[in-house]
């Protein structure tokens, strides 16, 4: 559904702060979402993410072109939204009625799920995931659980570009793999999911003897090398941090528009 | 240095020493392994890292972290070391494996080569006093193997080091006067301290590809056309403008660095991309008999007799010749994925063969098979070059190609396609002698 979303080096706004600093926006961005009523906060959130990915010099295009899936999917959910509520004032009545109840409550859904979209890709996009992994493991979890992470994030372009070599392989062995019925289903699982699980376990097998055969896990503890700072940036994104959760709770208690 | 035929044991060797085996991979394991005069029975394997690192095979499948300086210190972190003596190994093991310009890099964008280095750098920073390689240069093209070479002679003229290497290509290995320990069927056949040209031909190590290739007869129309043909990735262009003509029964090397698209080229015409600009054109056969450089991606079946099958049916009579002929006899009820890579690869080119296509597209065949084995691939070839299928071969093994190959194709900054002493002569004069097979002979003499 969204094409190639990683992590890469950059030097720009959001690249600059501790990744526990944007985990900390990104929960503010969650937070503002999912307690604030308001759709005019929601779609303040949306415009402060595709700003924020501005300024850490994302090209917006790509990012629009990267989650167009999502995008259309918001659309979807609107227009289901809109169509489906009937309590309101019936403001068009052609077959169909939409209501401004229907409106709201669509707005509502599709910047929800926008913004949770949108703030987790910028999340991906800013964050070295070996820092993070460094940053939580400075916040005293267990460097086995923090490890969990860069290893599932590692794994995710493996498993797309394994998916696209085993396609590519029933394609020249003229094997057909569409999905008609219970018997196609089968076969989609024996000739796709079986040799991508085959490489994934072999994946697996690999990293851990390299991990393990550079003592991981040998004693309890490990040093980090690389000790995250916080710096003027970080200072700006946990004051951002408090404006979301400060905005969303006013929002809330004045139930703004 | 260690060797044996492909499936004789080398690769279970190096999991047992550094006791992967039995304590992942469960195995029935007798007697002693003495690492620096102490029994590694009732120790962990993160213990025994600390005396034996084990560089593998792949370089893409044992980084474990996003950037070259993380992932060389993630040992000495594991050793709670402190940060400045983290720091200090971590700077003295890029300069012994010459990547210190390398030190901040993403691990994602560097090449084969690069990635083994790194790999290497990685496993130094623990201080081991024995280092196993397992093919550490099987997937690298001619200019990364020869920088992994030249590593392992720095660390042994060192002298801090015993390297154990498991490789196929053992004549750059000689120059290190090493000891050889052949192994077969799981045994050790063959102990020599030390070792010459002579010893690797007589134990049928080594194998001087002299292939004559009869001339073709004339044809009128090519298996393969490609005609100005560019293609890239995300921007960046692989190849542009690229022209060549393939007749019935012609094989056609290519060469390159790992990176310079000659995957890509294969994928291209097997219809599996579709080029920027320019046309492919093969002759009417829809079918292309394709092997991939992992063979496990090309495995559907629960049998070998049934991955046969899936491209139409075979009598028992017919596979039991084809799978004599392969070294696979008897494992026709076999499950193919538990067969050793080497087998693996073998069986997925006897199906590519069994397609009777007109165009065979062979992606690093040889990789991980003895001398043996790639005598039968090369039989094979030929057969089908008699039979008038038209082959294209990728592989980093220069000698081989230049000797199996009617012409060859050079894909890099620059491509060169011609007759293959024309295109070796341009390469030598472009400065690429380690894609050109003189350079190998040198360093074997």
Known sequence: MIAKVSYHKGYAGLHRVTPMANVLLLVGFLVAVLVSPSILVKLGVFLLVIGLLVISGERVGSFLCKTRFVLLFGVVLFIAQAFSIREGTVLLSRGFVVTDCGLLAGAQM??????????????VLVTDPDRLAHSIEQIGIPYRYSFVLVLSLRFVPFFRKEYRTVRDAQQVRGINTSIHGFAGLLGSIRYTLFPLLVSGLMRVDSIAISMKGRCFGLYAKRTIAYKEHWQRADWAVLFLFCLLLATSALARKYAWL | MVSGPSGCGKSTLCKALCKFIPEM????????????????????????????????????????????????????????????EVSARVEECLSTAGISHLANMETTTLSGGEKQRVAI????????????????????????AKAIFEIMDDLRKKGKYTLIVVEHRLSPLLQMHPRLLLLSGGKVVARRSSVCHKDLEALGLRADWDI??????????ATLFVDAVSFGYEGTPLFEDLSFKLWPGEILGIIGPNGSGKTTL????????????????????PKVGF???????????????REFEVDGSIGSKDLHCVLEGARLAGLENAPPLSLSLGEQRRLTFAIALSRNSSLLLLDEPFIGQDAKNVSWIISQVLAARRHGTATLVVSHDIPLVASLCDRLLYLGERAFFGEKDEVLSQLKEAGKRAFTPTYWEQEQA
Not at chain 2, 25 to 37: F, Q, R
Not at chain 2, 65 to 74: C, H, S, Y
Request: net charge negative; aromatic share 6%; glycine share 4%.
């Open chain 1, 110 to 123: 599709a910047f929800r799920f926008l913004v949770i979209f949108s703030s987790s890709i910028l999340f």
């Open chain 2, 25 to 84: 991979i469960p195995a029935h394991v007798g007697g002693e392994i003495l690492i620096n005069g102490l029994s590694i029975r009732n120790i962990r394997s993160q213990q025994i890292a600390t005396q034996l690192g084990l560089v593998q095979q792949d370089p893409d499948s044992q980084i474990c972290t996003l950037n070259v300086w993380q992932e060389v210190a993630f040992g000495p972190e594991n050793l709670c070391l402190s940060r400045e």
């Open chain 2, 121 to 144: 750098a990685s496993i130094l920073a623990m201080r081991p006093s024995v280092v196993l390689l397992d093919e550490p240069t099987a997937n690298l093209d001619p200019q990364g």
């Open chain 2, 212 to 221: 004559s290739l009869p001339l073709l007869p004339r044809a009128r129309r």
């Open chain 2, 266 to 285: 294969l994928r291209l015409i097997a219809e599996l991309e579709k080029p920027a600009s320019g046309y492919i054109v093969r002759d009417d056969d």
């Open chain 2, 291 to 305: 092997i991939f450089q992992q063979p496990h991606q090309q495995i559907f079946e629960r049998t070998v007799r």
